[in-house]
C-alpha cells in the first residue's frame, strides 16, 4: 500500500472560498461517484447555486490546475464548485459507461440539491466531453437544473466531434478510442479510495469495452449513436451560453444547430481559438469566459426562463483576417460583431462560377474537368481538434501550396474590395468518380499575392451517404450527380488584392482514412458554383473583457511538455509517414504528494498509389507516483485495413511498482461498410 496522503476535507484554501478536495456522491446502483468542491465562505449562514462540471479526465490530476482556476473563480463569485469524475475515470468507482453518464448526472444534480449549503438551483457547465455531458442532462430537464455553459461541444456525437465529419472517417476514430481506452486504464488514487483502490483498478481493467468496436464498428447511424444525440434539441429549454473557436470547427458546427432548435434563451459565441476554454485561447484574442459565465448564471438561476435579454443578441462571432499561412501562431487580426439570429435580417450571397482554374462571378463555357488526388493530399491539414496542451504548437493548418498543387483547384481574380463571409459556404456541384466509394475533401483558402495559401474553411463529404447518413448507397461508377456539398460555418474576410481559392481533392491524409480504391473525379463546370453567405452587413460588437484567471493550485513542473511534429518521405519504399509526439511532461501536485507523467505516439504512413497500405500505430503511456510507490499504464494500439474491413489491435498493460498486474489484448475485425 503507498504512504497515504490526506484526500478529503480541505485543500489549499484562498481567501473567499473554502476547498474540498474529494467527496462522494452515492448512486442508487451503489458505485460512488468521486467529487471535488469549491464551496464560497459563508455556506453555514447562506445558500448557494452550484455549478456542476462531470468528465472523464481525472479531476485529481489531468485537469485538477484547470478545474482550481475555474471553479475557485466562481466560489469567489458566489457558486459552489462541483467537480465530479465519471463512473469507471479519475477515483470514482464502476465501470465506464459514457451513455450511462447522462442519467448519472441527473442523481448526481439531486444530491447537489439536498446538501445544506444548495439552493436548489443548479447550473452546468463544461468543455467538450464536459459540454457533451451538459447537453445531454439539459434534455432530461432534472429537477433544479435552470441554466448551461458548455464550449467546444458536440449534441451529435456522430454528426459532430473527432469520430466522423459527415460520415468520412476521420483517423481520430481509431486515435481517440484508444486514448479513451488508455484514460480507463489508469488507477484511482489509492489516498482517495482507501484499501479498496486495488480491486477497483482491476474492476475498470477487466470490465473495459474497447470503445473501437463502437467508434470504428459502427459506420452509419445507429441506435447506438442515437443514445449520443440531442435528437429534439427543443428539449433544452434552459438558457444554454455556448463558445466555440473557428480552429476547432468541426465542434463549431454544433452551436447553429442548437441556435436553430433549443426552445431556451440562447447566445453562441465564436472565437479563432483552438480546443479550449475562451479565456485560455489559442489563437488569440481571448475572452473573459469565467465573467462571462458567471454573469450568466447569477441571470438565469432561480429565475425563470423568460427569454434573451433585449440587449443581448443571439449571435457573437470573431470575423477572422489577414490569417497567417503557418501551422503555430499565437494570434490573428480580426473584429467582433453581433446579430440577433443568422443569417442577418436581408443577408445575401456571392455566387461564383467554376472555370478552367477560375472562380468568377459570370458563368464561363461548360468544361469537363478530370483529377485524381495523390493519396498524400492533406500533409497540411493539421489536427482536427487543436488542443495547444503545450502552448503555441503546430496543430494548424499550414501554407496550402503543397495540398494546392495536388487538388482540383479555382482561383478568383485578385479581389477588388474586401470580401466578408460568415456562413456555411456551399458547393453546388455536378460531378461523377469512377468508383463506388469515394469522399470529397473541399477548402477554401486565401492566395496572398506572394503564392502563400491559408486554409479559411473544410467541408468533407462521403458520398456514398449521399442519400442519409443511416442508409449509405454505392456510388455508380461514371453517373452523374448533382450535390449541394456545405462546407463549415465561419466568419472570415478576404482581403483586398488576395485570391479566393477553391480547392477539391479525393483524399485528405492523415485526417481521414482513404477510399479502398483510388479515385478519379470528373466536374461539369456548366452546372457548378460557390455560392459564399455575405456577411458584411453585420453590427460590429462591443469587444470582450480581456481574460481573467481564477486561483492557482501549487505544481510543481518537473519535466516540460513537448510536442513533436515530423513528416518524412522513403523515397526508396515510396512511403509518406507522419508522426506526431504529444508529452504533457512531469508535473507534482505538493498538497497531495502525488507525481504524475503522460506521453502519447503515434505514426500514419501511407504508400503511393497504394490506399490499402494506410496503417496508424498508437502509443500512451501514464505513470503515477507517491514516494516510493509507482503505478503505470500502457496502451499500444494499430489499424490497418484491406479492401473489404479494417483489422485493429489494442494491448493493455498495467503494472505496480515493477510487477506487471494486468495485461490483455484486443484484436477485431470490422468490415467496411462503403468507408
Not at 509518406?576 to 504512413?605: F, N, P, Q
Not at 474491413?645 to 498486474?661: C, D, P
Request: with cysteine.
Amino acid at each position: 500500500m503507498p504512504p497515504a496522503s490526506s484526500a478529503s476535507g480541505t485543500g489549499p484554501d484562498h481567501p473567499g472560498f473554502r476547498y474540498v478536495e474529494n467527496c462522494w456522491i452515492g448512486l442508487a446502483d451503489g458505485v460512488r461517484l468521486a467529487a471535488t468542491l469549491w464551496i464560497p465562505d459563508g455556506a453555514q449562514d447562506a445558500r448557494f447555486d452550484a455549478i456542476v462540471e462531470v468528465l472523464p479526465y481525472r479531476k485529481r490530476d489531468h485537469t485538477a490546475a484547470r478545474d482550481y482556476q475555474n471553479h475557485g473563480f466562481l466560489a469567489r463569485e458566489g457558486f459552489v464548485g462541483v467537480r465530479v469524475d465519471m463512473r469507471g475515470c479519475g477515483d470514482s468507482e464502476g465501470v465506464f459507461d459514457a451513455a450511462r453518464t447522462y442519467d448519472d448526472i441527473v442523481e448526481v444534480i439531486a444530491w447537489v440539491r439536498a446538501q445544506a449549503w444548495s439552493s436548489g438551483s443548479v447550473g452546468m457547465m463544461g468543455l467538450s466531453w464536459g459540454g457533451i455531458n451538459a447537453a445531454m442532462a439539459a434534455v432530461r430537464q432534472p429537477p433544479g437544473l435552470e441554466a448551461v455553459v458548455a464550449c467546444s461541444f458536440s449534441a451529435d456525437r456522430y454528426g459532430v466531434g473527432m469520430i466522423w465529419k459527415n460520415a468520412c472517417m476521420l483517423n481520430e476514430n481509431f486515435g481517440w478510442s484508444t486514448a479513451v481506452a488508455g484514460f480507463c486504464s489508469r488507477p484511482p488514487d489509492p489516498a482517495v479510495m482507501g484499501e479498496g483502490w486495488r480491486a477497483a483498478w482491476l474492476q475498470r481493467l477487466e470490465g473495459l469495452s474497447p470503445p473501437v468496436a463502437d467508434y470504428l464498428g459502427r459506420q452509419r447511424r445507429d441506435d447506438y449513436w442515437a443514445e449520443h444525440r440531442v435528437a429534439d434539441p427543443s428539449a433544452i429549454e434552459v438558457p444554454l451560453l455556448m463558445y466555440a473557436g473557428w480552429a476547432d470547427s468541426n465542434y463549431a458546427q454544433t452551436l447553429p444547430a442548437l441556435m436553430a432548435g433549443a426552445s431556451g434563451p440562447r447566445r453562441a459565441i465564436f472565437g479563432p481559438w483552438g480546443h479550449k476554454y475562451p479565456h485560455l485561447a489559442i489563437p488569440g484574442p481571448g475572452r473573459d469566459f469565467l465573467g462571462e459565465a458567471a454573469d450568466w448564471f447569477r441571470r438565469w438561476l432561480g429565475k425563470p426562463p423568460s427569454g434573451t435579454a433585449p440587449d443581448e443578441a443571439g449571435y457573437c462571432a470573431y470575423v477572422m483576417q489577414d490569417m497567417p499561412a503557418r501551422p503555430a501562431f499565437a494570434t490573428v487580426a480580426g473584429r467582433w460583431v453581433e446579430e440577433a439570429a443568422w443569417p442577418p435580417q436581408g443577408g445575401a450571397e456571392l455566387a461564383l462560377h467554376l472555370g478552367t482554374g477560375s472562380l468568377s462571378r459570370r458563368p464561363g463555357p461548360g468544361l469537363t474537368l478530370a483529377h485524381r488526388s495523390p493519396l498524400v493530399t492533406g500533409l497540411a491539414a493539421g489536427e482536427v481538434m487543436p488542443c495547444f496542451n503545450a502552448g503555441v504548437e503546430p496543430e494548424l493548418p499550414g501554407d496550402q501550396r503543397e495540398d494546392d498543387g495536388r487538388s482540383l483547384i479555382f482561383d478568383t481574380a485578385p479581389l477588388e474590395d474586401d470580401v466578408e463571409s460568415i456562413g456555411a459556404p456551399v458547393l453546388d456541384l455536378s460531378f461523377s468518380v469512377d468508383r463506388p466509394v469515394a469522399f470529397l475533401a473541399i477548402r477554401l483558402c486565401e492566395v496572398a499575392p506572394d503564392g502563400a495559401s491559408a486554409r479559411v474553411n473544410l467541408g468533407l463529404h462521403n458520398l456514398t451517404r449521399r442519400t442519409g447518413e443511416d442508409a449509405p448507397t454505392p456510388l455508380v461508377p461514371g453517373q452523374v450527380y448533382n450535390l449541394s456539398l456545405p462546407l463549415d460555418f465561419k466568419a472570415y474576410r478576404f482581403r483586398k488584392g488576395n485570391r479566393i481559392r477553391l480547392a477539391v481533392s479525393t483524399s485528405y491524409w492523415p485526417m481521414v482514412w482513404p477510399s479502398p480504391q483510388p479515385v478519379t473525379l470528373t466536374v461539369h463546370t456548366a452546372e457548378s458554383r460557390l455560392r459564399l453567405p455575405l456577411g458584411g452587413q453585420a453590427k460590429p460588437a462591443q469587444a470582450p473583457r480581456p481574460p481573467r484567471l481564477g486561483p492557482s493550485l501549487a505544481r510543481i513542473e518537473i519535466e516540460p511538455p513537448a510536442r513533436e511534429r515530423v513528416v518524412s518521405h522513403d523515397l526508396v519504399a515510396g512511403e509518406t509517414s507522419v508522426r506526431i509526439v504529444e508529452s504533457a511532461g512531469t508535473y507534482r501536485l505538493d498538497d497531495r504528494d502525488w507525481t504524475v507523467s503522460s506521453r502519447s505516439e503515434e505514426t500514419h504512413r501511407i504508400r503511393d498509389g497504394d490506399p490499402l497500405s494506410a496503417r496508424a500505430d498508437i502509443r500512451w503511456d501514464w505513470r503515477f507516483s507517491r514516494g516510493e510507490w509507482t503505478a503505470r499504464t500502457e496502451t499500444v494500439a494499430g489499424i490497418t485495413c484491406s479492401e473489404t474491413a479494417f483489422h485493429t489491435t489494442l494491448l493493455i498493460r498495467a503494472f505496480e511498482g515493477g510487477r506487471q498486474v494486468f495485461e490483455r489484448r484486443w484484436d477485431h475485425e470490422f468490415a467496411r461498410d462503403l468507408l
